[in-house]
């Protein structure tokens, strides 16, 4: 069953929203000095992060196979999230690196 635009942009709020918490609690256990609970905070951030990256991915195929589809706010909102997400996390494990080095 192939889903509509908004639960696709649905799932990729999810996940952006997922791997941003996680790579909000990784910069917070290191902080703590918990690198070992950062570095799994990390893993766990990449891995929805990865999840969201392929349902856009799916839409960008799509579309350029020739199936266009609707533009919604709601899926707007989805590559918003997912990229401000994305930068969270890269910011995250630029933090991470500073607090090992303290």
Known sequence: ?????????????????????????????????????ADNKLNEANIDLRKAHQFQTKLLQDEANGSNKEI????????DHLMTSMTVR?????MIDLYRRL
Do not use: Y
């Open 90 to 94: 890269d910011l995250a494990i630029e």
């Open 72 to 79: 919604s706010i709601i899926l707007i909102h989805a590559q």
């Open 1 to 37: 069953m192939e889903s509509t635009i908004t639960e696709t942009a649905f799932q990729i709020i999810l996940h952006a929203g997922n791997g941003k918490s996680n790579a909000m609690e990784a910069i917070q256990e290191a902080k703590s000095g918990d690198f070992e609970a």
